[in-house]
C-alpha cells in the first residue's frame, strides 16, 4: 500500500492587518482633502493637559468675564448699568460651568463671590471696592505660605501631594519635599506680588488694573498647581524608597 502523495496547497498569503475604525473626523477630513493632523509633542500633551486642569479657555474665559464686564460697564455707563452688567455674566457663568459639568458647588461659590463684591461696591459707591473681598486670598496665601514654610511642611505639599498619589511622608523623600519646597517659594512671592499690586492699584483708584489683576492672578495660581501636580506625579511613580533626612534628635557615635 503506498502513500498518496500529499496536495500541493498553494501558499496563503499572509492576512493583512486590520486597520483601526476611522472616525467621523477622519472621515470628513479624507473628504475635504485635508492633512492629517500632527502628532503632538511630549510638551505639548502636557501643556495641553494642563490647560484643561485650569479649566481650559472656555473655564478661564468664564471666570474672567464677570469682573472683566463690571469694569467695562463702569467706565462706559456708571456703577449702575455695572452690577446689570455684572447679574448677567456671573449667571451666564454659573450655566457655563454647570453645562461643562463642572461642581455644581463652585458654580455657586462664583455667583456668591460676585454677589459679595457687588454688595461691597454698592456699599462703598465706587467700582474699586469690588474687588476688596477678593484680596482677602492673597492675605490668606501669604500666611498660609509662611508658616507651612516655617513648619518644615511647605503649603504645596499639604495641599498637591494626596492628588499627586504620593507617600504619607513625603517630608521625607527629598524629591518631593525638594519639589514642593520649591513650588511653595514660588507660591509665595506669588501672593505676595499679587497683594501688593492690588494695594498699589486700588490707592490708585484704578479698577480696571484691578480687575486684570485678579484675571491674571486666578490663571497663574491654576497655572501653577497644575504644574505642580503635573511635576509631583511623575516623581512619584519614579521614587521607589524614602530618604529620610537625618532627624535632629539622632546620635551619631
Not at 456699599?123 to 513648619?151: K, N
Request: with cysteine; glycine share 8%.
Amino acid at each position: 500500500m503506498t502513500d498518496r502523495p500529499a496536495a500541493d496547497t498553494p501558499p496563503q498569503e499572509p492576512a493583512e492587518p486590520r486597520s483601526a475604525p476611522i472616525g467621523v473626523s477622519a472621515r470628513t477630513r479624507r473628504a475635504l482633502g485635508l492633512p492629517e493632523p500632527e502628532q503632538r509633542s511630549a510638551a505639548r500633551s502636557a501643556a495641553h493637559r494642563m490647560l484643561e486642569r485650569v479649566g481650559g479657555p472656555v473655564g478661564l474665559a468664564a471666570t474672567a468675564a464677570p469682573a472683566t464686564a463690571f469694569v467695562v460697564a463702569d467706565a462706559a455707563a456708571g456703577l449702575g448699568t455695572a452690577f446689570v452688567a455684572l447679574g448677567v455674566t456671573a449667571g451666564l457663568a454659573c450655566v457655563v460651568r454647570l453645562a461643562r459639568r463642572e461642581s455644581p458647588g463652585a458654580a455657586l461659590a462664583g455667583l456668591l463671590v460676585a454677589g459679595i463684591c457687588a454688595a461691597v461696591a454698592a456699599v462703598a459707591g465706587e467700582a474699586r471696592a469690588f474687588f476688596l473681598p477678593t484680596t482677602v486670598l492673597p492675605v490668606v496665601f501669604v500666611l498660609a505660605h509662611t508658616v507651612s514654610l516655617a513648619a518644615g511642611r511647605p503649603l504645596m505639599g499639604l495641599v498637591v501631594n494626596r492628588l499627586a498619589g504620593g507617600p504619607r511622608n513625603w517630608w521625607q523623600h527629598r524629591p518631593l519635599r525638594r519639589l514642593y519646597l520649591l513650588s511653595s517659594v514660588i507660591g509665595l512671592a506669588m501672593a505676595v506680588a499679587n497683594l501688593l499690586g492690588r494695594v498699589g492699584f486700588y490707592l490708585a483708584d484704578q479698577p480696571a488694573a484691578l480687575a486684570a489683576i485678579q484675571v491674571l492672578s486666578t490663571s497663574a495660581f491654576a497655572a501653577h498647581f497644575a504644574v505642580t501636580l503635573v511635576v509631583a506625579r511623575r516623581v512619584t511613580s519614579t521614587t521607589r524608597t524614602p530618604v529620610p533626612f537625618p532627624s535632629p534628635t539622632a546620635v551619631q557615635h
